[in-house]
């Protein structure tokens, strides 16, 4: 058996008897976060799309606003006020989006300070 081997075992004996040293219990804080992490960024990517779509729908839904859904404008009021609540939900839609992808970005950096 190889000195290598049974300095490990030892170890191992030895974080048994007296608890984890603060070197195996750094390394178990690493994996944990770092499987978090990867965990958390997998499902935002996934919701990504989601959220991406909103925006695509309330970018159609200003486009069908703007032309009055094809109808004759009979109200001036209520097709500006048609636009700019579509706008607003647009406008709403990007930040939430926005948002988000800030979180990833926040999520992949500290997944990279923690794997360094």
Do not use: C, P, W
């Amino acid at each position: 058996m190889s000195t290598k081997n049974v300095t490990n075992f030892v170890k191992l004996i030895i974080a048994l008897i007296t608890g984890d040293d603060a070197q195996a219990t750094a390394i178990k804080i690493q994996k944990k976060a770092a499987a978090a992490l990867t965990a958390q960024i997998a499902v935002k990517n996934a919701f990504t799309l989601s959220l991406e779509e909103n925006v695509e729908q309330a970018e159609e839904r200003l486009q069908l606003a703007r032309i009055n859904n094809g109808e004759l404008i009979t109200n001036t009021d209520v097709y500006i006020k048609n636009l700019l609540a579509y706008r607003r939900a647009l406008l709403v839609e990007e930040k939430v989006l926005g948002e988000h992808l800030d979180v990833i970005a926040f999520l992949k950096a500290t997944l990279s300070d923690v794997n360094s």
